[in-house]
């Protein structure tokens, strides 16, 4: 096994839930002669300095987040794709320490294949930002203003795509369009929705 990194401590120190749980996942990834790393205020488990499963935690569950998982096989049917927009990552959710132990070699098997996948230098196929849907209220105010147009062309693509998600999201219009109009000042700045 692995040994347990004292920078991450403080993540099972301060969980007020999912402790048993949490203490169970990090032994198993550390069984499998991972890295424990810190990262995003989590548990992150690394081969050679790519991450390749995460433990966090939420009000109904615990969970196991393989970045990769897109890629893996899952003859067990039991990763979760969080929401639609998600690309690469899978979860693995449990609600209890009973169901991690019955599972644990079905979890060790999962994250031996996600080493092998990044041993393999496998990457997710993304979708390009062109194959996102821009939401028509957001396409009339590009139609309207050529400025806005070309400050939106000239963002990152990741910039793009996260206003595309976030302008698509709610199902009324009238939402919509006061999600655009909140935003196109800092398009035309050239800045992201979180710069």
């Given at each position: ?31 499998c ?7 995003w ?44 927009n ?9 609600t ?34 062109s ?55 800092k ?9």
């Amino acid at each position: 096994m692995n040994k347990m990194n004292p920078k991450v401590d403080f993540f099972f120190n301060k969980a007020q839930k999912w402790q048993e749980e949490f203490e169970k996942l990090r032994t198993i990834a550390l069984d499998c002669a991972l890295t424990e790393e810190l990262k995003w205020g989590c548990p992150c488990y690394t081969l050679q300095k790519s991450n390749i499963v995460l433990m966090h935690g939420f009000k109904e569950y615990c969970a196991y987040l393989f970045f990769k998982g897109a890629l893996l096989k899952d003859p067990n049917g039991i990763l979760i794709q969080q929401t639609e927009n998600v690309q690469s990552a899978r979860q693995i959710r449990f609600t209890s320490v009973r169901e991690i132990v019955g599972m644990e070699p079905i979890l060790k098997a999962y994250i031996h294949e996600a080493i092998e996948v990044e041993k393999a230098g496998l990457k997710v196929k993304f979708k390009e930002t062109s194959e996102f849907t821009i939401p028509e209220e957001f396409q009339k105010k590009l139609n309207e203003n050529p400025a806005l147009k070309t400050a939106f062309e000239a963002l990152t693509p990741g910039r793009q795509r996260a206003y595309s998600l976030y302008f698509s999201a709610p199902k009324q219009s009238k939402t919509r369009e006061s999600r655009v109009g909140k935003y196109v000042q800092k398009i035309l700045d050239g800045r992201g929705m979180n710069d």
